[in-house]
């Protein structure tokens, strides 16, 4: 049984939508995604679908979901967010600008449509687990050049901060993203280097991290906070675990927190309003729901 049938005898022909990946089984967005699905007494099914990163494999999941009449999209992760691009039949602007797709939409003529909606969950996040955070606030500092740092960054700039700081472990990665995001109305994505990261803290009013420094299995951020204010921000986009090293020593110094389940929480919701045209909201009772998968 191949990977396909055994997704459409899980579906069990109701209208359904997965999550594809190579990895794919570490993927917590069925728990969120079937906790929606309950709440709001739909028969559908939400599952993984594992595809390998070659071109060949994802014009198979193309013609897969076009071809199968009760399937409703997919969400990407890696590594998968920008070789879809080329093979889908529409792409929204926001997706475009970022340059990395997470949800594919199936619309009612049958064509593919993909979107982001990774920035959106970002900043719906921080603005619930920080408030009172404000982009005017001061400069933000992000780690990473990869395609959640798009996200991030795109979502920073047109939120209004006044000054981006990015760092990478690869200068020229970081040098690429900033020239591709440099804004046009005089505002600074200044690009420092990784050695000296904790020095671009001063004065930060938001520290975001987008690598996978600190994840499970994954080395831990080495980062000295001294030089961050203490009324500043800090958001570890990882949610495995969910208090990273990072966030237990801004923790210690009063730092807000947010950790990355947040984030992944608010990104799913655009997929699955669209899959099962269906209005849902993030809500505390399916943060647990989530946490307690990943804890088993």
Known sequence: MTAYDALLAEARGRPFACIVGWPVDHSRSPALQDFWLKQQSIDGYYGRLPVEPTRAALEELVAFLKRTPNARGCNLTLPHKVEIMPLLDRIDPAAVR???????????????????????????????GAPDWQPSAGPAVVLGAGGAARAVLAALLDAGVPEVRLLNRTQSSAISLGLAFT????????????????????????????????????????????????????????????????????????????????????QGRLGFEAWFDRAVAVSAEQRRVVAADLDA
């Not at 049958?110 to 603005?127: K, V």
């Not at 996978?212 to 000295?224: H, V």
């Open 98 to 128: 970022i340059g990395a797709v997470n949800t594919v939409i199936k619309q009612a003529d049958g064509t593919l449509e993909g979107r982001n909606s990774d920035g959106t969950g970002f900043l719906a996040a921080l603005r619930e």
């Open 183 to 266: 804004p046009d109305d005089g505002r600074q994505i200044a690009i420092e280097r990784w050695e000296d990261r904790a020095e671009s803290l001063d004065g930060a009013a938001l520290l975001v991290n987008t690598t996978s420094l600190g994840m499970k299995g994954q080395p831990p951020l080495d980062l000295d906070l001294a030089r961050l204010p203490p009324d500043a921000a800090v958001y570890d986009i990882v949610y495995v675990p969910l208090e990273t090293p990072l966030l237990a020593a801004a923790r210690a110094r009063g730092n807000r927190c947010i950790d990355g389940l947040g984030m992944l929480l608010h």
